[in-house]
């Protein structure tokens, strides 16, 4: 039966893309609860960034059940913040930093692009909350990755989000952006459960609550369970070779 009180409940899930003889994701279970901070890992292609796009609804998936913070994903998209890998914000439009926040505000207006005073306040806040209040005005075209990435999460907390999906937000950032950019996301995680996808399994098993090994099929684990010997090991006995995982 599904968990009402789940943030995510994952039972039975296969997911084929159309012309692909084998399933990206297969009779794979995932359950979310409170305000956990799951992190995703596993070999490219295994199937973790489909997990993200099922969750959001942007994908249907063919078996299983998936309810998201208690309902259909598509019906509560945007009760989710989404962070992509790739960010569709373009470092050549003359952007500031509150533009693209204000983004995030878009389906909660009326009026289209036009934003109203309690839109600009959520999203002078979305600012503060991860650190970058002071560049609102700044252009993104010049911010470091570090600060781009901060602003793209503020981006996704102006929609006042339940749960905050990320893909691979460290990804391009250096170690010392990358400490700040893990302090602001264990600050979020007190108010609102977050689940990221990483290749960086030393900031899993250090920082995060849990983890999901996804290769076709989840494996949850503890954080503290995960190491890369112990990735391996999990590996072999599902495929027999680890040569084409990535680790950090």
């Not at 913070?69 to 569709?88: I, N, S």
Request: charge should be neutral; charged fraction near 25%; glycine fraction near 8%.
């Amino acid at each position: 039966m599904p968990d009402s009180n789940a943030v995510i409940d994952i039972e039975g899930l296969t997911f084929s893309y159309p012309g692909r003889a084998a399933p990206a994701l297969e009779n794979s279970d995932l359950r979310l609860e409170g305000r956990d901070f799951l992190g995703l890992v596993g070999p490219n292609g295994g199937g973790k960034t489909t997990l993200l796009k099922v969750l959001l609804g942007l994908v249907q998936h063919q078996r299983g059940r998936v309810r998201v913070l208690g309902d259909a994903p598509t019906r509560v998209r945007h009760r989710v913040g989404y962070v992509p890998q790739h960010a569709a914000v373009d470092p050549k439009v003359p952007a500031n930093a509150l533009d693209v926040v204000l983004m995030g505000r878009l389906h909660r207006s009326s009026w289209g692009p036009v934003f109203s005073r309690g839109d600009r306040t959520a999203a002078m806040a979305a600012l503060e909350r991860t650190g970058t209040a002071e560049l609102a005005r700044s252009p993104i075209s010049e911010m470091s990755g570090g600060q781009r990435q901060r602003v793209l999460i503020a981006r996704a907390l102006a929609a006042d989000p339940e749960l905050l999906l990320l893909d691979e937000p460290t990804t391009g950032i250096d170690v010392h952006r990358e400490k700040e950019l893990l302090s602001v996301l264990l600050d979020l995680n007190r108010r609102l459960p977050i689940v990221m996808v990483s290749h960086d399994l030393a900031l899993v098993s250090e920082h995060l609550k849990s983890c999901a090994f996804v290769d076709r099929q989840v494996s949850t684990l503890a954080a503290s369970e995960v190491s890369l010997a112990g990735i391996e090991r999990l590996y072999h006995r599902r495929n027999g070779s680890f040569a084409d995982f990535e680790g950090p």
